[in-house]
């Protein structure tokens, strides 16, 4: 983590005044996600109906077309949210689970404090080297942190 230029680190404090940003933002995202997916299913119907008659006065191919165009829009929507978090410094884990991570020390030690959407607060860290942190590998912040 040391390595990353420009890597944002966290105090607890600036951590806790993100999650007030993230309450709205991470249902906006998953329903910016929801509506891709919507998209993309229509666009594979459309694609199939297409795909067997394509005549430039087809209404079907007119929706595709139109469909394509909002889809792309709407993947546009979604990276750009999802770079605004990580332009912030956020490190989203977890969108179905609402779980973000804040780089973070704690002495000498690079750590992320974690936080999971329904959570009243960032209330706990792990360290760095947990790749794939769990439940148990949260630790609780103290006032020692």
């Given at each position: 983590m040391a390595s990353d230029a420009?890597?944002?680190i966290f105090t607890v404090e600036q951590a806790n005044r993100a999650v007030k940003d993230l309450r709205k933002t991470?249902?906006?995202?998953?329903?910016?996600?929801?509506?891709?997916?919507?998209?993309?299913?229509?666009?594979?119907?459309?694609?199939?109906?297409?795909?067997?008659?394509?005549v430039a006065d087809n209404p079907d191919l007119r929706e595709y077309l139109a469909t394509k165009l909002r889809y792309h829009r709407k993947i546009s929507e979604f990276e750009g949210m999802w770079q605004g978090l990580e332009s912030e410094g956020y490190l989203l884990r977890d969108l179905e689970k609402g779980v973000v991570h804040f780089p973070s020390r704690r002495g000498d030690e690079n750590v992320f404090l974690c936080w999971r959407e329904g959570e009243a607060r960032v209330s706990h860290w792990h360290a760095e080297e947990d790749k794939q942190p769990d439940e148990d590998s949260r630790r609780d912040i103290d006032r020692n942190f």
């Open positions: 420009g890597l944002h991470l249902p906006a995202l998953r329903r910016t996600l929801e509506e891709v997916e919507v998209l993309e299913d229509r666009l594979a119907v459309l694609s199939l109906i297409c795909d067997r008659a394509v």
